[in-house]
């Protein structure tokens, strides 16, 4: 049986997606109509001899459906699943050896692409769709296979890509993107040794953060947990976060803390003050606009729960800013938020760890290693409006 999906984490992924989509905007009229599929040119400079298999999963964007693409770009609908959920058909494409490079296409998805070292991934269907791997769950069919993924999305506006840490930090990869001018940029790449450099890191962090860290039993380090699945698989204490949250909770019973979520809109300011408990806002007119309870710490690194952040104009913003400023540890050293200055994150000892490590090792300091990473603009996402080709750059485990 495989584990349970996932949906919090793939609706809080799509939510950061979606919200680098409107950041960006559409392009304008003199790029180029982005074409049906496009070029990904997949580099294998892991440095192991497994075979690698890729997968493009996700939804076709012209019809809503779900399926996969093959290495030609063509879309297949997934069949009818079951309960319990059925094995998925075969959707893996071969991909290169290492040392050498494979190119396939990919249509205009909002999607992943997978990507596993010496074994296929196992897939299955329920009646609501794919179930996608869970390996914080120690029965998902997947849980010793080696492995990541890359979110994209490719419509008429361009191609966004990321790496992303938002679930586990895994098999390296970096992505990138060919724009219309012939240049190139790239994200995700660690820094040298950054790979061994981030699992020493959590090893060496008192509190539980080595528990985030899932080995085979051939002793193969595989992933590192996020420490929200971390909480729910048991490998990290549900308290973690609670002295930090408490005491954001304390200073702004007596001060208040200022959002400005938008920053191309200035004065768009709301106020938070603690009163019985609850964090409630305020707009410039003094009226409360949303109130939050003390979040738990899986609240705080899930960005949901009691820091849900709906698709709204008014809450979702201000959640997202306090999700970020949780995460990094900076409410109690700025009272104006959100601090996009990285010199100030993860400066308390009490703070996401497991973020800090993973920015720490980024050759460019950009990562999604929590789901509102992208605050002030620290996510590793490359877009353009006019992509020529994509890239995925499987990296060493050095």
Not at 94 to 121: D, M
Request: aromatic share 10%.
């Amino acid at each position: 049986m495989p584990g349970k999906p996932r949906w919090r984490a793939l609706a809080v992924a799509a939510a950061t997606l979606t919200a680098s989509l409107l950041a960006f905007g559409t392009p304008s009229r003199a790029e180029a109509a982005v074409p049906a599929t496009i070029p990904l040119k997949i580099t294998n400079n892991s440095g192991r001899s497994d075979p690698v298999y890729v997968y493009d999963l996700g939804t076709l964007l012209s019809t809503g459906q779900q399926g996969w693409a093959d290495a030609n770009g063509t879309f297949h609908a997934w069949p009818a699943g079951g309960n319990p959920p059925t094995p998925a058909p075969d959707a893996s494409i071969a991909g290169p050896a290492n040392g050498q490079s494979k190119t396939i296409r990919i249509p205009k998805f909002s999607g992943r692409l997978y990507f596993s070292y010496g074994q296929k991934l196992d897939f299955r269907l329920t009646t609501g769709g794919l179930v996608q791997p869970a390996v914080q769950n120690p029965s998902d069919p997947n849980r010793n296979i080696l492995f990541n993924w890359s979110e994209y999305t490719l419509n008429d506006s361009g191609l966004w890509i990321n790496s992303t840490q938002v679930d586990m930090f895994s098999a390296p990869y970096a992505v990138g993107v060919q724009a219309g001018d012939g240049s190139t940029r790239t994200t995700g790449h660690l820094k040298p040794g950054g790979y061994n450099g981030f699992f020493n890191a959590l090893r060496a962090q008192s509190g539980g953060w080595a528990g985030l860290i899932q080995t085979r039993s051939d002793g193969t380090v595989l992933r590192a947990l996020a420490p929200g699945h971390g909480i729910e698989a048991g490998a990290l204490p549900a308290t973690v976060m609670d002295d930090y949250i408490n005491r954001v909770w304390q200073k702004y019973s007596s001060s208040t803390l200022t959002v400005t979520p938008f920053t191309d809109q200035p004065g768009t300011k709301y106020f938070g003050r603690v009163s019985g408990g609850v964090m409630n806002f305020t707009n410039g007119s003094g009226a409360v606009v949303t109130s939050f309870q003390k979040p738990d710490s899986d609240s705080v690194f899930g960005c949901y729960k009691r820091l849900d952040a709906p698709n709204d104009l008014v809450r979702g913003p201000i959640s997202r800013t306090l999700c970020a400023g949780f995460n990094r540890s900076t409410l109690l050293a700025n009272p104006n938020q959100p601090d996009t200055s990285s010199a100030g994150f993860y400066q308390d000892g009490v703070t996401n760890h497991y973020a800090r490590a993973v920015h720490a090792q980024m050759a460019d300091g950009k990562a999604y290693a929590f789901a509102f990473d992208d605050v002030g603009n620290h996510e590793s996402l490359v877009h353009d409006g006019s992509p020529q080709q994509a890239y995925v750059t499987l990296d060493p485990f050095s």
